[in-house]
């Protein structure tokens, strides 16, 4: 597949590469990105922006204002790796041990740097501002909601963001309205029953069969109460109690996520599980009781921001725009698509050679093919040039 990458970001194509490489070769877990916060915000002064450090704590955002009366679109990357050891032999494999790039973030922060540089140098023909928000913690810590307080989305008019997707190949853009990914939600169910002997069931109350029914009465939420086409999943991941193969058990752990593509079915599964687990409780004469803990919402994107990008990517002569390979994963940008209109998108990355889905994000051999880098990139500028158009 051959696509026409923009000549100006061609030009750059060799430090953007780089970048990504060094970034990789350095990961930093969320809140931690110190390294990482001052590469990006020395190479943004060195593009004449101006810039504000420790946004949301460890965060970057550089401004490139051409005129306070124009729109202000901004794009975002994310900057924080996993706890992950990583397995693969690259000539850029981390050096930090437990830590690694292995979702992609590495790649969004060398778009986005590619991006900066190609449309600083551009600034005379520009007809809005752009603000480059360079976010921490995506993984688990929520870092958006901390650059949102500090400020991030002050006067800006529409917010875009990327991922690198291994489950779609190269050459492919992912982009479409409405939900994108889910709500991420966590249960932890704690259920007391009365112990007693295996051989004299009378008279205990088996926390293990108490939570047997819990776990099955759960899935019909999916099953039964949810509408067949908007995805949600109910995954209890971890069960714990009991003392002994012949002793009934007085207490169970249960530990697991709620996964939701809507607001409405994320609010209706939580009341079930409450009256669900009110219903067993009573049934068995248990006690249980649970912590519920919103997670990330659900990922939406707004109609006219995505028309509006469909349309840069239909630019890129030889990239394939289509619908993307849809995830129950979830994404702290879902906070800024509460907040003001936007569009988060797909970046086909999978390894060239490989199948879509034999390098999935978060394993310990994760790694892209590189050219998606340039089409990121080059996706970034297109729109900023349209909206200048």
């Not at 051409?66 to 924080?80: N, P, V, W, Y």
Request: contains cysteine.
């Amino acid at each position: 597949m051959t696509i026409k990458i923009l000549p100006e970001v061609e030009q750059i194509k060799k430090t953007i590469i780089e970048t990504r490489r060094d970034f990789h070769k350095h990961p930093e877990l969320g809140f931690n990105e110190l390294r990482t916060a001052k590469i990006i915000a020395d190479k943004l002064k060195s593009y004449g922006l101006d810039v504000k450090t420790e946004v949301g704590k460890t965060g970057v955002i550089g401004d490139l204002i051409k005129d306070k009366s124009f729109h202000t679109i901004a794009l975002r990357a994310d900057m924080d790796a996993l706890p992950i050891q990583e397995n693969s032999e690259v000539e850029y494999k981390s050096v930090n041990d437990g830590v690694m790039h292995a979702c992609g973030h590495d790649g969004h922060m060398a778009m986005l740097l590619g991006a900066a540089e190609v449309l600083s140098k551009m600034r005379d023909k520009l007809k809005v501002n752009v603000r480059f928000v360079f976010q921490p913690a995506e993984e688990g810590e929520g870092g958006a909601r901390y650059v949102i307080a500090d400020g991030a989305l002050n006067k800006v008019d529409q917010i875009f963001g990327m991922h690198l997707w291994n489950y779609q190949p190269y050459g492919e853009i992912g982009i479409q309205s409405g939900s994108v990914l889910a709500a991420a939600d966590i249960i932890d169910i704690w259920i007391e029953g009365i112990g007693g002997h295996g051989a004299a069931p009378q008279g205990t109350v088996d926390a293990v069969v108490v939570a047997s029914n819990l776990i099955m009465n759960f899935q019909t939420i999916i099953s039964r109460n949810t509408d067949p086409l908007h995805s949600a999943v109910i995954t209890i991941g971890e069960i714990s109690g009991g003392h002994g193969f012949n002793i009934i058990a007085d207490k169970v752990k249960l530990r697991g996520t709620v996964r939701a593509m809507t607001e409405e079915n994320r609010q209706m599964i939580k009341q079930r599980i409450e009256e669900i687990i009110a219903g067993v409780a009573k049934s068995y004469n248990a006690k249980i009781t649970m912590d519920y803990q919103d997670g990330y919402p659900p990922t939406i994107n707004h109609d006219e921001p995505t028309k509006l990008i469909q349309q840069s990517a239909e630019q890129i002569k030889g990239a394939i725009v289509r619908e993307p390979y849809l995830s129950m994963g979830a994404e702290d940008f879902s906070y800024y698509l509460q907040k003001i209109p936007g569009a988060f998108v797909f970046i086909g990355s999978a390894p060239a050679d490989e199948e879509p889905m034999s390098v999935p994000h978060h394993c310990s051999h994760f790694d892209i093919d590189e050219r998606a880098l340039l089409v990121g990139t080059s996706l970034f500028v297109q729109l900023i040039k349209d909206f200048s158009n």
